[in-house]
T-cell receptor, first 115, second 113 residues
Framework: AQSVAQPEDQVNVAEGNPLTVKCTYS??????LFWYVQYPNRGLQFLLK??????LVKGSYGFEAEFNKSQTSFHLKKPSALVSDSALYFC?????????????FGSGTRLSIRP | GAVVSQHPSRVICKSGTSVKIECRSL??????MFWYRQFPKKSLMLMAT?????????EQGVEKDKFLINHASLTLSTLTVTSAHPEDSSFYIC?????????FGQGTRLTVV
């Protein structure tokens, strides 16, 4: 079965510093990976996805993620954090490419950016 | 990106009553819709997958008679929490998919008193 793991419950970063939110995955075939962000009492906002191609994926709000097949990782990064980036971040894997393919979420990482 | 509208955003109901949550894909046809439940400060737990015109497929441990899912059209799915109890209080999120992409509603905060 497909799964993703987010080893950190919380990440604290000072504004202006680079940030990394970690994610590792386990899939039986080719991975189809996502990052989403959630603000309090809101749904999920799509940040970026990886299907194939370049290992460095650029997404919304200045975020990017690096796909590393040998380490089975898909870490989310941003060169310079903003206070407004503080939110709950989810890594996810989709079990296939069809509309019926389930999306399985990691446990989430709370990102806190201090001024 | 595509828009998925979920309604209501908040609902408070009395114990023993039923509550219906709607999920609409506004600008695309959603052949599949997913329903998730999120506990406070926790991840999203997939409850069920519904394909238009078919019965929903429920995940292990989810009571299909309590959480009724209907996906009668390509743009609308509903989740009805029947005979709600305080332990059903949670944040429910739908997701609609018409292909390789899936888009999420804004969620419904259900409080059962």
């Amino acid at each position: 079965a497909q799964s993703v793991a987010q080893p950190e419950d919380q990440v604290n970063v000072a504004e202006g510093n680079p940030l990394t939110v970690k994610c590792t995955y386990s899939v039986s075939g080719n991975p189809y990976l996502f990052w989403y962000v959630q603000y309090p009492n809101r749904g999920l906002q799509f940040l970026l996805k990886y299907i194939t191609g370049d290992n460095l994926v650029k997404g919304s709000y200045g975020f990017e993620a690096e796909f590393n097949k040998s380490q089975t990782s898909f870490h989310l990064k941003k060169p310079s954090a903003l206070v407004s980036d503080s939110a709950l971040y989810f890594c996810a894997v989709r079990e296939g490419y069809s509309s019926a393919s389930k999306i399985i979420f990691g446990s989430g990482t709370r990102l806190s950016i201090r001024p | 990106g595509a828009v998925v509208s979920q309604h209501p955003s908040r609902v408070i109901c009395k114990s023993g009553t039923s509550v219906k949550i709607e999920c609409r894909s506004l600008d695309f046809q959603a052949t599949t819709m997913f329903w998730y439940r999120q506990f406070p400060k926790k991840s999203l737990m997939l409850m069920a997958t519904s394909n238009e015109g078919s019965k929903a497929t429920y995940e292990q441990g989810v009571e299909k008679d309590k959480f009724l899912i209907n996906h009668a059209s390509l743009t609308l799915s509903t989740l009805t929490v029947t005979s709600a109890h305080p332990e059903d209080s949670s944040f429910y999120i739908c997701s609609a998919s018409g292909g390789t992409e899936a888009f999420f509603g804004q969620g419904t905060r259900l409080t059962v008193v």
